[in-house]
């Protein structure tokens, strides 16, 4: 498999650090209000290459970090007269819940909170500090960037241009305007810990770092997030984690594009910011899902309400093959298994499934892994009635599911109707078999005021909402 890795700006060759074994530290939201769809992105691309990992073969451990000390939080909890920890846990919630329906927890996924390693914070900034490569201020603690070896590396930024070009805020405390903070010393009615420098807590940069470091080992396999992240908070976690271990912090470094919505930046001045909870007022998370893989990782994506509705369109052509798939299988006799017939469906099944794993292997090229699971619902759309073999049938279903499931989509339970829908599609049928074909318009009119549309095919009556 070849990833794009940020630091070396090539493809490369992922070849995990520990045979069949892969770590993934992915940044997490800062919980001061709810997840946007721009905040989505990465969470359902990282966790698609977590999914191909595991279908794979691979043991993944993956992190998502909880910021919930920041100075957002205190802002927040101050307008609403209420505790850090209340904010924090609120959001949390939130984000567990949004992040359910976007069916991000079919694996284990590891959330750290910020508070829970100020101990192991306070250890590796005392680290930094006896090498020299740190120093205290009026108990503040900040890094020396002079002491960081190849600083700009994932990045591409020059210091003496940062130095130059940059608007970095005037700090008399600072030795190098580009150092940065590690601890922050304690203000009056914010949250604050002991330390050997005074009370206070933790600067943003050293969460990422000790936590990774804690649970995934001084060198993890992939570090990611959106590209935005890679200067300066990705870099500062490279400078401040390889100065303490004198090892390489992440292998390969990943990031996705942004998102525009109807091609503008996001922004709430303009009208365009969407959360999740807005989005969801309208559609099933699951379709923001498919529509976040519909292009690839590192392109930019538009995000509008003509998008939203094709990616709904394209679902329910998948939800409708899924649904044919096993109305043929439960229909078809025991009886008509020809040898023949499964050894060319498989083979042409085989062919889609090939194509979808290499395009993962290409970089998580999730648009093209789409394209080829279409490719398969079309041959067995147009072969589905002739195919004799409950063999064949049962395997191309196996596939196909097991594709989607890489995805994260096609995860929603049957549907199971009403009994008054139940009732009235009966009655229909009654009506047809009798030649009232006038009753039995009226009712499927009935029918489709109340989102189900009816399918009258050979094989019998389907149905799907709309």
């Known amino acids: 498999m070849e990833l794009y890795n940020s630091l070396t700006r090539k493809k490369e060759e992922f070849i995990p650090l520990v045979e069949g074994k892969v770590t993934m530290y992915n940044c997490g939201p800062t919980v001061y209000n709810y997840i946007h769809v721009g905040n989505a992105r990465p969470l359902v691309v990282f966790d698609t290459l977590r999914r191909y990992f595991i279908y794979k073969g691979l043991d993944v451990k993956m992190v998502i970090n909880f910021t919930d000390i920041d100075d957002k939080i205190i802002n927040k909890a101050n307008e609403e007269g209420k505790d850090t920890k209340e904010i924090a846990q609120t959001y949390i919630d939130a984000f567990m819940e949004d992040a359910t329906e976007l069916n991000l927890y079919e694996y284990e996924t590891i959330h750290p909170r910020a508070t829970e390693y100020i101990d192991k914070m306070i250890e590796f900034i005392q680290g930094l500090i006896e090498k020299d490569a740190a120093y205290v201020v009026d108990g503040n603690v900040y890094f020396r960037i002079n002491r960081a070896k190849d600083y700009g590396k ?119 910011f969407f959360t999740l909870r807005d989005i969801k007022k309208y559609y099933d998370l699951e379709v923001l899902r498919f529509f976040l893989l519909s292009a690839h990782y ?85 072969n589905l009635n002739e ?39 009966e009655k229909r049928n009654y009506y047809r078999k009798n030649k009232d074909f006038a009753k039995a318009d009226e009712i499927r009119d009935e029918l489709k005021n109340k989102g189900i549309i009816l399918e009258d095919t050979k094989d019998g009556v389907k149905w799907k909402r709309i």
């Open 154 to 272: 994932l990045s591409k930024k020059n210091i003496d241009e940062l130095l130059s070009g940059a608007r970095i805020e005037i700090n008399e405390d600072k030795e190098n305007p580009l150092d940065f903070v590690l601890w922050k010393k304690e203000k009056q009615g914010e949250p604050s810990w002991d330390s050997p420098w005074g009370k206070g807590r933790p600067g943003w940069h050293i969460e990422c770092s000790v936590m990774a470091k804690v649970l995934l080992g001084e060198t993890i396999d992939i570090h990611s997030g959106g590209e935005d992240l890679q200067f300066p908070h990705h870099e500062n976690e490279i400078a401040q984690s390889e100065t303490l271990t004198e090892k390489p912090f992440a292998r390969y470094w990943l990031h996705n594009a942004m998102l525009t919505v109807d091609n503008k930046k996001m922004s709430k001045s303009l009208g365009n």
């Open 298 to 382: 590192r392109s930019q994506i538009n995000f509008s309400k003509e998008a939203m509705e094709q990616s709904k369109s394209a679902l329910d052509r998948l939800y409708n093959a899924k649904k044919n798939l096993e109305y043929n299988i439960e229909n078809i006799s025991d009886t008509e298994d020809e040898k023949s017939d499964y050894l060319e469906i498989k083979e042409k099944v085989d062919s889609y499934k090939e194509k979808f794993i290499k395009s993962m292997e290409d970089d998580i090229n999730t648009a093209d892994a789409i394209a080829s699971i279409f490719e398969l619902v079309r041959y067995l759309n147009q």
């Open 387 to 425: 195919i004799k073999s409950k063999e064949a049938l049962l395997y191309a279903y196996k596939v196909f599911m097991e594709l989607n499931k890489v995805l994260g989509i096609l995860s929603k339970k049957e549907e199971i109707l009403e009994e008054d829908i139940l009732k009235l599609i």
